[in-house]
C-alpha cells in the first residue's frame, strides 16, 4: 500500500522551529569560483578585498564604474554578502579629526543615555546614537570633506540605487569589552523570532535589500582588539531572522565565522541579512572604534507626509466612546489603531529613547494600545503622547 501524499510544504510562513542548522551550512560552504570578483585585489577566506587606491584610478575609464557597482552588487546578494575597501579613507588627518569629535562626543554624552543597546550588554561600549546629525552641526566643514568620500558613495548607489540616506552611529569597544552575540541587523533583526515570524516569507527577502551596513575603522583594528565577525553567505539563508537566540546555531557561528583585520580608514560593507557579531575586546589598550554606517533605501518611507499625532489625538476619545459600541469589539479598534498610528518604532533618537527591556523602544501603536487597555485619561494619553514624540526628535 503507497503512502497517504503528503501536503506541500508551505514556504509562505517561515517559523522558529522549522530551522535546521544543516541548511544553512549547506549554504555557508559555498565558494566563489576563481576569479569571479576580477576588481578585487585579494579573497581573505572568500571574502574580497579591494584596493581603493587601485580603483580610483580605475574609475576614470570608461564603463568601469558600472561594472563595479555590477560586481559589488554580486558581492553583496550572491556572494559572500560581506566586502572590505582597504584604504577607503586615505587622509589620515581627515579620519584624525573625525575620531576626535567622537571620543568628544563620548565624553559630553557619558551617562546622559538611557543606556541600552542592541546584542550586546549594555554599558560594556561607548556609543554615540545619530553621530551623523552631530558632527554635521559641530564641524560641517570637516563633516563635508568626511561624506564626499567618493567610494562610500559608490557601494551606497550599487544596493540601494540614487536617493539613499545614510545614518551613522559610533561604537567605541573599550579593553576589555565583550563579544555580542550573533545576529543581523534591521529591520527584521530589531524584532524578536516571534514578532519576525508574522511577517510572510516575501518580506524576509525584500528586507536585506533596503538598507546597507558599513563600518569605517577609525583605529586599526588587529584581530586581538575584537573587529567584527561575519559568516559569509548567511544571508541566503532565508529564515536567518528567526534563529539569533537558538544555540545550534550560535555554536555554528562560532565554529565557522571570519574576522576580518582592518586598518584605519579601511571601509567594511556587508548585506544587512549577513548573520555578524562585533568581537571581543582582548586587548589592554586599544580602544576600538568605528563608524557604523547604516544607509537606508529611498524607498524606504511612505509617499505622504501624515500627522500621525494629531491623528491619535483625535482618535483616541473617539475609540474610548466606542468601546461600548456594539458595532465595535477589540478587534476592530485594535484595526483603526492599526490605520492611525505609527507602528514602527523607528526612526527614533536613541540617546533619549534606547531599546530598553527589548530590541526596539515601544512604537506609537503600542502606547496607543497599552493607553485603551488600561483606560487612561485623554488628558494622560495625550501627555504620554508628547512625550514619546519628543523623545524620537533629535537634540
Known amino acids: 500500500m503507497s503512502a497517504p501524499p503528503q501536503p506541500a510544504r508551505d514556504l509562505t510562513w517561515l517559523q522558529p522551529e522549522a530551522c535546521d542548522v544543516a541548511d544553512l551550512a549547506q549554504i555557508v560552504h559555498t565558494r566563489p569560483a576563481?576569479?569571479?570578483?576580477?576588481?578585487?585585489?585579494?579573497?581573505?577566506?572568500?571574502?574580497?578585498?579591494?584596493?581603493?587606491?587601485?580603483?580610483r584610478r580605475r574609475l576614470h575609464q570608461p564603463g568601469v564604474r558600472r561594472e563595479l557597482m555590477s560586481e559589488w552588487i554580486r558581492v553583496l546578494s550572491d556572494g559572500p554578502g560581506v566586502m572590505v575597501l582597504l584604504g577607503a579613507f586615505d587622509d589620515a588627518a581627515l579620519v584624525g579629526a573625525v575620531t576626535q569629535h567622537f571620543h568628544a562626543?563620548?565624553?559630553?554624552?557619558?551617562?546622559n543615555t538611557g543606556g541600552g543597546d542592541h546584542f550586546g550588554q549594555a554599558g560594556a561600549n561607548d556609543r554615540?546614537?545619530?553621530?551623523?546629525?552631530?558632527?554635521?552641526?559641530?564641524?560641517p566643514e570637516l563633516f563635508a570633506r568626511y561624506y564626499a568620500n567618493d567610494l562610500l558613495a559608490l557601494v551606497c548607489e550599487a544596493w540601494l540605487g540614487p536617493g539613499y540616506q545614510v545614518t551613522s552611529q559610533v561604537n567605541r569597544v573599550n579593553p576589555g569589552g565583550a563579544a555580542q552575540s550573533p545576529h543581523r541587523d534591521y529591520h527584521l533583526g530589531f524584532l524578536t523570532a516571534e514578532v519576525a515570524a508574522r511577517f510572510p516569507a516575501h518580506v524576509h527577502r525584500l528586507s536585506p535589500v533596503l538598507t546597507l551596513q558599513g563600518a569605517v575603522a577609525h583605529v586599526d583594528m588587529a584581530p586581538e582588539s575584537g573587529p567584527t565577525l561575519y559568516l559569509p553567505h548567511s544571508h541566503k539563508y532565508l529564515p536567518g531572522y528567526l534563529v539569533a537566540g537558538q544555540n545550534a546555531f550560535r555554536e555554528f557561528f562560532d565554529a565557522h565565522h571570519v574576522q576580518l583585520a582592518l586598518a584605519c580608514g579601511d571601509a567594511v560593507f556587508?548585506?544587512?541579512?549577513?548573520?555578524?557579531?562585533?568581537?571581543?575586546?582582548q586587548t589592554a589598550h586599544v580602544r576600538r572604534t568605528a563608524n557604523l554606517l547604516q544607509v537606508s533605501?529611498?524607498?524606504g518611507r511612505a509617499m505622504e507626509t501624515v500627522d500621525r499625532l494629531r491623528m491619535c489625538r483625535a482618535l483616541y476619545p473617539a475609540l474610548q466612546r466606542l468601546a461600548v459600541d456594539p458595532r465595535m469589539n477589540a478587534e476592530s479598534?485594535?484595526?483603526?489603531v492599526a490605520c492611525c498610528a505609527e507602528g514602527y518604532s523607528f526612526p527614533t533618537d536613541l540617546d533619549l529613547d534606547p531599546p530598553i527591556g527589548g530590541l526596539a523602544p515601544e512604537s506609537q501603536q503600542a502606547l496607543m494600545r497599552r493607553a485603551l487597555a488600561e483606560a487612561w485619561s485623554v488628558a494622560r494619553f495625550e501627555q504620554a503622547l508628547e512625550a514619546q514624540a519628543a523623545k524620537k526628535r533629535s537634540g
Open 34 to 55: 576563481a576569479g569571479e570578483y576580477v576588481f578585487a585585489g585579494r579573497t581573505d577566506r572568500g571574502v574580497p578585498l579591494y584596493d581603493s587606491a587601485v580603483l
Open 105 to 111: 562626543l563620548i565624553e559630553e554624552e557619558r551617562g
Open 128 to 139: 554615540v546614537w545619530n553621530a551623523l546629525e552631530k558632527l554635521c552641526v559641530r564641524d
Open 270 to 281: 556587508f548585506n544587512p541579512a549577513l548573520i555578524h557579531a562585533a568581537g571581543h575586546n
Open 297 to 299: 533605501s529611498a524607498f
Open 333 to 336: 479598534i485594535d484595526r483603526a
